[in-house]
């Protein structure tokens, strides 16, 4: 498996996530929190943050981060799959926060947070990556420039025909995203990533 593959997977396999920004309070120390999250049609780390969080108020004096993802399915987190980003978080535009893909996949992820983002409090976060530091299994940790999940656009009916599909029904849960390499379920609050054995073209080769 390619290491882009393996950094999709790894992306697309959580809906959480620990941001590491650097402390307003406390100058020169960084702050840990725990921010929900999900992947842009670009693949990109979209978050919904809330204004008077200590987080927010980090970001707004230094955008600079280090966000920690790791598979939701592992225990152990030394033993999964898990993926460091650095780089730099900034609000979203009202035109790109108002896009119903984006609105529609982030809420699938986070049902409990629906409509959140129509609060005062409450907007769209989007991190711009500067590097990706790949650690899976026993495989030599990978500094990665950027990762390419080639999501593909998923409608109503084309989520419906993958969540009737036989070969998935046993999973249980619903399909989120679909890409090149796999596809990411959520099924009883937790992300399974199913890979493929080679990369895909269109979500009907699944």
């Known amino acids: 498996m390619s290491m882009n593959a393996l950094a999709t997977r790894a992306l697309m396999s959580c809906r959480q996530a620990v941001m590491a920004s650097q402390s307003a309070s406390v100058p020169g120390f960084p702050f840990t929190s725990i921010i929900p999250v999900s992947i842009s049609m670009q693949g990109e780390i979209i978050a919904l943050l809330a204004e008077t969080a200590p987080h927010t108020k980090n970001l707004l004096i230094d955008p ?76 030599k940790p990978q500094w990665l ?24 029904q046993e999973i249980g849960g619903h399909v989120v995203q679909a890409c090149r390499y796999g596809l990411q379920i959520i099924a009883n609050g937790r992300i399974r990533f199913l890979s493929v054995a080679e990369p895909v073209n269109h979500w009907v080769e699944f």
């Not at 420039?145 to 998935?168: G, V």
């Open 145 to 168: 420039d950027q990762i390419s999940p080639d999501l593909f656009e998923l409608t109503l009916d084309d989520r419906d025909k993958l969540n009737s599909d036989l070969r998935f």
């Open 64 to 139: 600079r981060v280090s966000i920690q993802l790791h598979d939701d399915l592992e225990d152990n987190w030394q033993a999964a799959t898990r993926l460091s980003v650095l780089g730099r978080m900034r609000p979203m535009s009202p035109q790109q926060s108002e896009s119903a893909q984006l609105k529609e996949s982030f809420y699938l992820l986070h049902p409990e947070l629906d409509h959140f983002d129509e609060l005062a409090d409450y907007h769209f976060w989007i991190l711009d990556s500067v590097q990706f530091r790949l650690v899976s299994g026993i495989d």
